[in-house]
């Protein structure tokens, strides 16, 4: 079921729209926050509340691949390993990666922690290898910020949504 | 060199409003609310020659001109879905210059009378997107977008959307449907959207760094703005250089800078001093451009001319050490995974270029796989629903043009 706070915050996306299944990306952010992914019973709850079918609203969340129909880790690693970034290392860095956690492209660590997705350019090329932990960028990555970044998200030191990472290094 | 968009490299906290405004932000939107009329503003525009920076280069006045005067509501929408590989140039307007997008938004959505317009920013853009919420909120608490603006009964409503990873809701139409709750799959034109666009209703779609324009176009006029760039590409363009050069960035230049200025001055040259082997002009939507492109000048004109387009501009250098045969595989994955599936032979034909790619990568190509490859683009090229389907040939036709002979390399051991 989605909490109160959950709907209250889907009425306030109603308001900025004519209609409400426009709402809907929005509203399926929300309701994946509760597992980390979209429940069956989440879909209808969204649908319920923006008066759709639940078919639709699956079809929808399926097409978007932000939106995950599986379990996944606890933190979802986007790291980019599209042409601008492979041209600057990036291959050999996701390799790097995967092997510090023990996991292959698209699989979730042993402990639920982390699972990593190889991504499609994130708008970033210029300052690769990077990659996005649960949509936060971190950028200009080497091996040792890497440990700091994995540490910190184990420990707790780093949580994304407060993690500002945008740096005023531009020339 | 003087910025017009990347101000906010002269000018520091230039994403504060009170910094924003001491640099003469809103001036040109006080000035169209209060003392313009809507025709007047999208004149300017037209004498201006600002072409649209999200792609096609199409005239910005001319496209706003389109907006039928007598149906209301009206929309202006803005692409921010920047998810074209070698692209992260809106990126850096939205978060470091938000305010400039913000007028810029506000003075398209006055010129077509429009009262709402929705910034669409990729999915991904979830701190970019914050940022832009924050500036947008700075302007609304001062009131320069709201109710019955400067006291005149013009009221203005501007929006974010952020979508959920798709590559395709970067195309107009499909960016609607996305906007609509509906699968990012793209519409059927004629109608186009400047009659029936959103919610049905007249809709300007423009790019992040087309709007980002208008704001110094309204302050400084149309002929200040063509001295910059050349006569048929007015202005200057934000080029994203990445790849194989030194220093990839953002580098905003008057259109009709020539590619070895990019490359060489600004961008360093090559990594460890290599050759230059080949120019991605547009991403990995462009026909790829051969090292000898290296003088061309980037305009939509000459970048055409040369064999290639200019696009969104987003610069990626390969040099001698690339592999032709890796690229062209990376750059057609993209495109199989980014398909909508809408129609056939796109989501069929990626597929197959990408098995093909991949066999002959293995080495388990023949010669004759050369020539089933570009059989394949034959399929593609001009049937398929939108342009996703013409970009995702583009690497393979371009590269076996330029490159023939790693091709033939990598299939002789298996000749017939
Ligand atoms: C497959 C595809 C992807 C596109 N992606 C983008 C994009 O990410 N951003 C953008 O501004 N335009 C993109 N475009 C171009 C838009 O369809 C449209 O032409 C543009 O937003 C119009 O704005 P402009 O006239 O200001 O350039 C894309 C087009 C296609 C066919
Ligand atoms: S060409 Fe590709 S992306 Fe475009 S409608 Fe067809 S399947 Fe979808």
Redesign the interface.
């Known amino acids: 079921m989605l909490s109160a706070a959950a709907r209250a915050e889907i009425e306030a996306h109603l308001k900025?729209?004519?209609?409400?299944?426009?709402?809907?990306?929005?509203a399926?952010?929300i309701a994946q926050r509760a597992h980390g992914y979209l429940t069956p019973e989440a879909i209808r709850d969204v649908a319920q509340v923006?008066e759709l079918e639940p078919t639709e609203v699956r079809?929808?969340a399926g097409?978007?691949?932000?939106?995950y129909k599986e379990p996944v880790g606890k933190h979802v690693i986007?790291f980019c390993n599209?042409?601008?970034c492979?041209?600057?290392g990036a291959d050999e860095f996701l390799k790097k990666l995967c092997a510090r956690l023990g996991v292959e492209p698209h699989g979730t660590t042993g402990d639920g922690m982390f699972t990593v997705e190889p991504a499609?350019?994130?708008?970033?090329?210029?300052r690769?290898p990077l990659m996005?932990v649960d949509?936060?960028?971190f950028e200009n990555l080497t091996e040792e910020k890497l440990d700091e970044i994995l540490d910190g998200f184990r420990t707790g030191t780093i949580q994304t949504d407060a993690a500002s990472?945008?740096k005023s290094e531009?020339? | 060199m003087e910025h017009v968009i990347l101000r906010h490299?002269n000018i520091p906290d230039l994403h504060r409003l009170e910094v924003y405004q001491a640099h003469g932000g809103y001036e040109g939107w006080h000035k169209a609310v209060t003392e313009m009329k809507p025709d007047a503003l999208i004149d300017l525009v037209k004498a201006s020659g600002l072409r649209g920076r999200g792609g096609a280069g199409f005239p910005a006045g001319l496209k706003w001109s389109f907006i039928p005067k007598d149906i209301f509501p009206k929309y202006v929408v803005v692409n921010a879905d920047?998810?074209?590989?070698?692209?992260?140039k809106?990126?850096?307007i939205i978060?470091?210059n938000p305010h400039q997008l913000i007028e810029g938004v506000a003075l398209a959505c006055y010129a077509v009378q429009a009262g709402t317009g929705y910034i669409y920013l990729?999915?991904?853009?979830?701190?970019p997107a914050r940022?832009l919420q924050k500036a947008l909120d700075e302007a609304r608490a001062a009131g320069l977008i709201g109710q019955n603006l400067f006291g005149t009964n013009y009221s203005l409503d501007i929006?974010l959307?952020?979508?959920?990873?798709?590559?395709i809701c970067g195309e107009e139409t499909a960016l609607l449907e996305?906007?609509?709750?509906?699968?990012?799959q793209p519409r059927n034109r004629p109608p186009f959207p400047a009659l029936v666009g959103l919610?049905s209703k007249p809709t300007v779609i423009n790019n992040v760094e087309t709007l980002a324009n208008v704001p110094p176009i309204a302050l400084n006029g149309a002929d200040w703005y063509k001295k910059l760039g050349t006569e048929k590409s007015p202005g200057t363009k934000v080029f994203?250089?990445?790849?194989?050069v030194n220093r990839?960035?953002?580098y905003e230049l008057p259109l009709g800078t020539p590619f070895r200025v990019l490359i060489e001055d600004l961008g360093g040259g090559i990594i460890g001093g290599k050759a230059l082997k080949g120019i991605l002009p547009a991403?990995?939507s462009a026909l790829i451009l051969p090292a000898s492109a290296i003088d061309v000048p980037m305009d939509y004109e000459s970048v055409a001319a040369a064999g290639s387009m200019l696009g969104s501009a987003?610069i990626?250098?390969?040099d001698e050490t690339?592999d032709i045969l890796w690229?062209t595989e990376?750059?057609v994955r993209?495109f199989r995974?980014?398909s909508?599936g809408k129609c056939t032979p796109c989501r069929e034909g990626t597929h197959w270029l990408v098995r093909e790619m991949e066999r002959i990568r293995r080495g388990e190509g023949k010669p004759q796989d050369i020539d089933l490859l570009l059989d394949i683009t034959k399929n593609m090229s001009g049937k398929c629903f939108c342009l996703l389907g013409d970009f995702a040939t583009s690497s393979i036709v371009s590269t076996i043009k330029h490159f023939r002979g790693e091709y033939e390399a990598a299939t002789r051991t298996n000749g017939q």
Request: some cysteine; aromatic content about 10%.
């Open positions: 900025k729209y004519p209609t409400k299944r426009s709402a809907i990306i929005p399926l952010y923006l079809s929808v097409f978007y691949s932000l939106f986007h599209d042409l601008p492979a041209l600057r499609m350019c994130l708008a970033a090329c210029d690769a996005q949509l936060d960028y990472v945008i531009l020339a | 490299r920047e998810s074209e590989p070698g692209t992260f809106d990126r850096e978060e470091r990729r999915g991904e853009f979830k701190q940022i929006q959307h952020l979508g959920a990873g798709a590559y996305s906007l609509e709750g509906k699968l990012g919610y994203c250089l990445s790849g194989r990839p960035g953002n991403g990995a987003s990626i250098v390969l690339v690229a990376k750059m993209f995974h980014e909508c």
